[in-house]
C-alpha cells in the first residue's frame, strides 16, 4: 500500500499537480508569523485574527504543496523567539501599524472562509406526513408524502 502511495505522489509530481514548497516560502512563512506576533503582542492584530492567520500560514497555504512540517514548524520557532526579543520603537511603529492592519485583513479574510456559514433555508422545508410501504416478492418499497 506504501509503495502504491509513494508511486502516486511521484506520479502526480512528475504531471505537475503537486510541486515542493519553494525554499524561499519556508524563511518567508516564519517571516510572517513572526510579524504576526509583533503585532498581537503590540494589540494591533486581534487573538482571533493572529490564530487565523497562523493556521493558514502555517497550514491552509503550505497544504497546496509537497513540505517538510517539521522544516517548517522550527523555522516558525525560530523567528518567533527572534520577535519576542524585538521590540518596536516609536520611530518604526506608523510602519508596524501598516504592516498589521494588512495582515489583519489578511486575518479577517482566512478567517471568513475558515467559518463554517450558517445559511437559512430560503423555502420553507417540508416534512413528510406519510409514508407507504409495500413489498412485492421480498422487496419492500417506501413513498412519503
Not at 8 to 35: F, H, W
Not at 67 to 94: H, I
Request: charge should be neutral; proline fraction near 5%.
Amino acid at each position: 500500500m506504501t509503495r502504491i502511495a509513494l508511486t502516486l505522489a511521484g506520479a502526480l509530481a512528475l504531471t505537475g499537480c503537486v510541486t515542493q514548497l519553494p525554499e524561499s516560502d519556508y524563511q518567508t512563512i516564519a517571516i510572517r508569523v513572526a510579524q504576526a506576533s509583533i503585532c498581537k503582542r503590540e494589540q494591533m492584530m486581534t487573538i482571533n485574527q493572529f490564530n487565523h492567520y497562523v493556521v493558514f500560514q502555517t497550514q491552509g497555504y503550505p497544504s497546496q504543496y509537497l513540505y517538510d512540517q517539521v522544516k517548517l514548524n522550527n523555522m516558525v520557532q525560530a523567528s518567533l523567539a527572534k520577535a519576542g526579543a524585538t521590540m518596536v520603537a516609536e520611530a518604526d511603529r506608523p510602519v508596524v501599524e501598516m504592516t498589521c492592519a494588512n495582515l489583519a485583513t489578511v486575518a479577517d479574510r482566512v478567517g471568513a472562509q475558515m467559518q463554517p456559514s450558517v445559511v437559512a433555508p430560503q423555502n420553507p422545508v417540508y416534512t413528510p406526513m406519510n409514508t407507504n410501504c409495500i413489498t412485492n416478492y421480498g422487496y419492500t418499497t417506501c413513498s412519503s408524502y
